[in-house]
Structures are given as structure tokens and as C-alpha cells.
């Protein structure tokens, strides 16, 4: 225990609980968009509230199947987590999605602890002693982001135009990164790995601009006509108005996307270290506890202000611009995201914040802040409004003046979100009359599930062949040395090198859905053993039209237990913890 490595700015959630509270939120809905918005935002603040206060457990209330069903989830919380055991990042990484290049031991190793630092014993899955061998089956227990694929014609148009917005984003931040990695050793140890998650989500959303065409649009729009041609008088005309609904939601949600993603998600804040995003969050702190409990944004009930704060202190203490070469870093990334911000949200406020010299607007920032000092952030945090408002640091008062258009574009998606969620309801409806009720389990977003799969090669590869299903250790070092490179901070341990490495399987691929939230889950065999970790999923599993081939990527316990014995040389202790 004394070698693993404290995650200051890390914890674990695990699910103690779940309730079904459907019917309390029922009670509060009404037809009115705004009106509804306030009283699901004040009924979810009251339940995870009294959870909280109940239970002493982080709660949160979870909408599933467009609005139809709620449930309100417990969680143990654990903030002591520690880092056992990491491989190195030149075998760590899927260099690029889709399955182009895909040996990877993208895994590592962590344990939470109490709060009287003793490790926590949770219960485990046992770890699977032997491999698959292709055609059998298998299947990840799933927490999908998204599992909602058949959007209407509108709404593939919608993603077309998103996905143009995140290429120019991704592109900028790729360039930016990239270059500065090329500097040298210890400017490529910092940015490289925020190059590559810039590259891989580039994929992603290059992938799914593949499937959002204009002629996919034609056919979805072809597809919803020959269902309503199908449907009775009265579910056609449902159906038809919940079509007419969707389209002009996705021509509003448009205009206010941007907006949204840019203030609320930050990605005009972005940078290396994060301190504006920080900076942004201590404004949202300070003036949501300052708020009535029922006046505030999701999350933010008093049960949770505490956990909150300690989040807030944890990540500002990660925060080390300790270098000429850091500060720069901060700087110049966050000038990179702030020039996004002005070029991509015509909102005049913003326009006149960022008017003239970017770069020195970020330099100004870095150094005149205070936050990162404990003392000025703790009195920020307990001092209320009066004090921020008071501020000079000049970091606050910008997130001062942008903090307020983020609310309200939140506040605004929660509004809009309840006609779309109602239209939503009756498509699904209509469409399940036509082809039957097992077309409901694709349209259920954020919903646990088990993914069955087989093991064998995807349906769909790419250009370089077809792909076996399991990819074999000797093959993650191929890999390495033919598309990653041996430089720093690439390097190797040099076991990797003095031992001949085992014919066991790494990574394995099936045709079970792997789609964003769902990396990280256990995959497992027929005896409920775990026999690999999911981390990645070509095109396929990310498509919006039906009908088509799942492709996912996972990486295989056998490999990973066969490294930690041969190449790391893990004690006995830890393997026997693992089950094996």
C-alpha cells in the first residue's frame, strides 16, 4: 500500500442504491415549458436533498426513456484514491479510433480507500483465468451516454452542423498542442497526451459525419413518412405534430448550442491546467449557495455544497504552474480556446470581453490571479457574493461577467428540453406500433444495460484489412515501435524489451454496442467472470442509422494479468487481490 500514489484530484462514485421516483415527478408537470423546467428543477433538488440529508450519500435524480421514467441514485463517495498501478503511455493510448491502429493496454489499476485511510473492501467480480476463443459470447454491463440513435430527419440534419462545430473546435485545439509538443522533451511530456484527446474525439466526430449525410437525411425522411402511411388516424396526426416539434427544436437548440457548449460545457475556457474552468466553477459556487434551494441549477442542493466545496479546494491544490514553460503553456492554451470562444459566440458581451489582444488578456490573467493561493481561494469560497463581487482578481471578474449567459443558456436547454422529450415520446410510440416493442431498447438514453456481443472481427474495418478478433501481446509492441516511437515521453520500460512476451490476448473485439459511458465497464463471459475492460468502439457503434453492424474494443484481463506478473512484476498479494 505504502508505494501506491495518492489521486488528490480524483474520486470514486459507487452506486449504493436507486429508487424509482417517477411518480413524485409526475405530480409536478405541467404543459407550460418554463413553468415545467422550474418545478422538475425544484422537485429534483428537493429529493436529492432529503437523500442526502437521509442516506449522508451523494444523490442524484436520473431521467431515462426521454422524461418517461425517474430514479433517484445513492452513492459511496470515496475521495481517497490512489493510483496502484499505470502501464506506460506509448502502450496505454488507442492512437486513433475506428480501429486503424488499436493495440492498446488502455487500463489501469486503482483502490479507494476510507476516510480513516484503511482500503476500502467493496465486493469484486472475479477476474476470468482463461481466454475467449472467437464466436463466444459476451457482454458489457453498460452505463451508455447515448443509446438514442434513430433521430429524425431534422435532427440528422442537427448533428451534421454539430459535428462541423466540433471539427473547426478539435482542429485548433489539435494544431495548438501538437506544435507545442514538437518543442522538446518536457514540452512533449505535457502536451502530447492533450494532443491525442483532441485527435481521438476528432475521429469520433469524423466517424459520425460519415453517417449524417444528406442522403441518410432523405432516407430517414423517407422512413418516417412509410411509417406514418402505416399508423391509425389520431397516432398518425400525433406522430406527424411530435416530427413538426422535433424540427423546430433542433433549429432553436442550433442557435443556442454554441452558447451552451462554449460558457456551460467551457470549452471556451479550456486550457492545459484548467484554472479558468476552475475560476468559472468558484463563480457558479459562491452565487448558487447564495441562492434560494429551489432557485438553483441541477446539483447544487444544500446536501451537496459541501462535497462541492471540497472538490473546488482538491483541484485547486493539483494546480502547479511551477515552471516559466508551465505558465507559458497555461497561457498560450487557454489564449488558443479564448480565440475559439470569440470567433465561435457572436454574443456582444463576450465580443467586447475578448476584444484586442488575446494572448495578453491571458498572461494578465495567470499573473495576477490569486486562486491557487488556499487562503484568498478559502475566503472567496466562504465569503458570499459580496466578496466576489468585490474582487480584483481579473480571472473572477471576467468569469463574473460570462457566468450569468451560461446560467441562463442552461436554464434554457432545461426549458427546451421538455417539448423535445414529449415530441420524442409519441415518435417512439408511433414507431414501436410499426415495428414492434423491441425497438424500444435502442431508444433509451443514459440507461443501464447489459450489451451482449460475440467475440469475433468487426463487420466494418478499415482500409488496412480484415481484423482478427483478438489482438495478442507480441502485437502491442509491434505496434509501439511501428506507429508511436520510442522518444520520450513514449519510452518503454526496458522489460518490455528482456522477456519474451506471451501469445495472450490484449485486446478483444465483439459486436456488442460500445458507445460513449460505457468505457471502463466490466465485459464478461457466461460464468459472470470479467474478461476484459471495454475502452473503445469503431464507427458502427456510434452510428444513427438502425440496421447496422456493432463494432467494440476491450481490453483483455488475460494480457493485462500476464504484464503485471512478467513485465512489472506485481507482487503475489495483488494478483491473489484480483482474483487471480
Excluded at 467493496?122 to 476470468?128: E, F, K, Q, V
Excluded at 447564495?290 to 446539483?299: P, V
Excluded at 481484423?467 to 509491434?478: C, D, G
Excluded at 512476451?501 to 459472470?528: C, E, M, R
Aim: aromatic share 8%; charged share 25%.
Amino acid at each position: 500500500y505504502a508505494s501506491e500514489v495518492k489521486l488528490p484530484n480524483l474520486e470514486v462514485w459507487v452506486v449504493d442504491s436507486t429508487e424509482d421516483v417517477t411518480a413524485q415527478i409526475a405530480k409536478v408537470r405541467v404543459d407550460n415549458p418554463e413553468a415545467n423546467a422550474k418545478a422538475l428543477r425544484k422537485i429534483t433538488l428537493q429529493l436529492e436533498g432529503d437523500s442526502m440529508r437521509d442516506t449522508g450519500m451523494r444523490s442524484e435524480v436520473k431521467f431515462r426513456y426521454h422524461g418517461t421514467t425517474a430514479h433517484l441514485y445513492r452513492y459511496k463517495r470515496y475521495t481517497d484514491v490512489r493510483l496502484v498501478w499505470l502501464p506506460e503511455f506509448g502502450v496505454s493510448f488507442c492512437e486513433m479510433h475506428n480501429f486503424k491502429h488499436r493495440a492498446a493496454l488502455d487500463v489501469s489499476l486503482l483502490r479507494v480507500y476510507n476516510p480513516d485511510g484503511t482500503p476500502a473492501e467493496t465486493p469484486n467480480l472475479a477476474i476470468a483465468s482463461q481466454t475467449l476463443a472467437d464466436g463466444e459470447s459476451v457482454m458489457a454491463v453498460g452505463h451508455p451516454f447515448q443509446t438514442s440513435f434513430e433521430y429524425p430527419a431534422s435532427g440528422i440534419a442537427y448533428l451534421r452542423w454539430y459535428g462541423e462545430f466540433w471539427v473547426n473546435y478539435n482542429q485548433k485545439q489539435m494544431a495548438f498542442f501538437g506544435e507545442f509538443a514538437k518543442r522538446g522533451t518536457a514540452e512533449a511530456e505535457l502536451a502530447t497526451p492533450t494532443y491525442f484527446r483532441w485527435s481521438n474525439h476528432q475521429q469520433v466526430i469524423a466517424g459520425g459525419l460519415d453517417e449524417v449525410t444528406i442522403a441518410n437525411e432523405q432516407l430517414r425522411a423517407a422512413e418516417d413518412s412509410e411509417v406514418a402511411d402505416k399508423l391509425e388516424p389520431g397516432i398518425r396526426e400525433e406522430f406527424i405534430a411530435a416530427l413538426a416539434e422535433l424540427a423546430r427544436f433542433f433549429e432553436a437548440f442550433r442557435l443556442e448550442y454554441a452558447t451552451w457548449a462554449l460558457l456551460e460545457y467551457k470549452l471556451g475556457f479550456h486550457s492545459q491546467f484548467d484554472l479558468a474552468k476552475l475560476t468559472f466553477d468558484i463563480v457558479r459556487f459562491v452565487r448558487e449557495q447564495s441562492r434560494l434551494e429551489h432557485e438553483r441549477l441541477d446539483g447544487f442542493s444544500d446536501a451537496n455544497l459541501a462535497s462541492l466545496r471540497e472538490q473546488i479546494l482538491r483541484r485547486a491544490s493539483t494546480i502547479k504552474l511551477d515552471s516559466l514553460m508551465k505558465i507559458e503553456l497555461e497561457a498560450t492554451s487557454l489564449a488558443v480556446s479564448l480565440g475559439l470562444l470569440r470567433e465561435m459566440l457572436p454574443n456582444p458581451t463576450v465580443q467586447t470581453l475578448l476584444q484586442g489582444d488575446i494572448q495578453a488578456l491571458t498572461q494578465r490573467f495567470l499573473a495576477e490571479t490569486l486562486i491557487t493561493n488556499p487562503a484568498e481561494l478559502e475566503t472567496l469560497l466562504d465569503g458570499g457574493v459580496t466578496t466576489l463581487e468585490q474582487s480584483v482578481d481579473p480571472l473572477i471578474a471576467f468569469m463574473r461577467t460570462v457566468e450569468p449567459i451560461a446560467r441562463r443558456a442552461s436554464i434554457k436547454r432545461n426549458v427546451m428540453n421538455g417539448p423535445k422529450d414529449k415530441a420524442y415520446r409519441a415518435i417512439i410510440a408511433a414507431r414501436q406500433v410499426v415495428r414492434g416493442v423491441e425497438y424500444v431498447y435502442t431508444e433509451s438514453d443514459s440507461t443501464p444495460r447489459l450489451l451482449p456481443g460475440i467475440v469475433r472481427k468487426p463487420v466494418l474495418h478499415n482500409a488496412d484489412g480484415a481484423l482478427p478478433a483478438q489482438i495478442m501481446l507480441p502485437e502491442v509492441l509491434t505496434h509501439y515501435l511501428a506507429h508511436v516511437g520510442t522518444d520520450e515521453p513514449l519510452k518503454l520500460n526496458d522489460a518490455w524489451f528482456a522477456v519474451e512476451l506471451a501469445d495472450v490476448p490484449v485486446n478483444l473485439a465483439a459486436d456488442n454496442y460500445s458507445i460513449g459511458g460505457v468505457s471502463g465497464s466490466p465485459v464478461l463471459n457466461t460464468a459472470l467472470d470479467v474478461v476484459s475492460v471495454a475502452f473503445d468502439g469503431d464507427t458502427a457503434g456510434k452510428k444513427v442509422m438502425a440496421g447496422i453492424n456493432a463494432s467494440s474494443l476491450s481490453v483483455a484481463m488475460a494480457g493485462v494479468v500476464w504484464v503485471l506478473r512478467h513485465i512489472y512484476k506485481a507482487p503475489e498479494a495483488l494478483l491473489k487481490e484480483l482474483g487471480v
